[in-house]
């Protein structure tokens, strides 16, 4: 049985997310539901909380991967908590959890993940304009060896068409009922 496609969304905690990178992510989030993907992502505020809220605003699933030994801080728009206790080393479950990774801003955290995505080959798309670590490294590699390029993109729609795009050879997995394709199942 096919499981389902799963994409992690990385970037700014609350603490360097300009409204300009949330409003995107917000918007990313629900993108991502309508195309019947799951959602990963840290758990936390900024970035990964907008990208949860949009999912949540159109029936999506979102799972957080939270750094603490508790699920009690998550934010309040994801499905299922993984407590990791392993503080950002959890960086590592984000993204190893997404068949592809998507970048809204971000910092040296979110430079953490890139690498931790790139060094496993997994497809990455950075949407420009959102700031950080999105704009710096939008179609380019990593480094010498470039083992995957960095698509850049232009809006969170161009981003979820992409990632439909680079993982449709993959028939082990299949985006996610849509809720009406649910109901009437």
Excluded at 50 to 74: C, D, F, L, R, Y
Excluded at 111 to 133: C, D, F, H, Q
Excluded at 167 to 181: C, F, Q, V
């Amino acid at each position: 049985m096919p499981r389902n496609l799963q994409v992690s969304v990385i970037g700014y905690d609350d603490e360097l997310c300009t409204e300009a990178a949330y409003d995107t992510a917000q918007e990313l989030g629900k993108e991502i539901a309508k195309a019947g993907l799951v959602l990963v992502t840290g758990g936390r505020q900024g970035i990964m909380r907008a990208v949860s809220q949009g999912a949540k605003e159109m029936g999506g699933m979102t799972i957080g991967v939270v750094p603490w030994e508790s699920t009690e801080k998550a934010n309040e728009y994801c499905d299922a908590v993984i407590a990791t206790g392993v503080g950002q080393m959890r960086n590592f479950f984000v993204v190893y959890s997404g068949d592809a990774v998507i970048v809204v801003g971000g910092g040296a955290g979110t430079m953490i993940e890139v690498v931790a995505a790139y060094l496993k080959s997994k497809p990455i798309i950075s949407i420009r304009g959102t700031g950080g670590v999105a704009d710096r490294l939008a179609d380019q590699y990593v480094d010498e060896r470039q083992l995957v390029k960095i698509i850049g993109v232009s809006d969170p729609s161009e981003a979820v068409k992409k990632v439909l795009q680079l993982l449709h050879h993959h028939t082990n997995m299949r985006p996610r009922l849509s809720l009406g394709e649910r109901n009437s199942a």
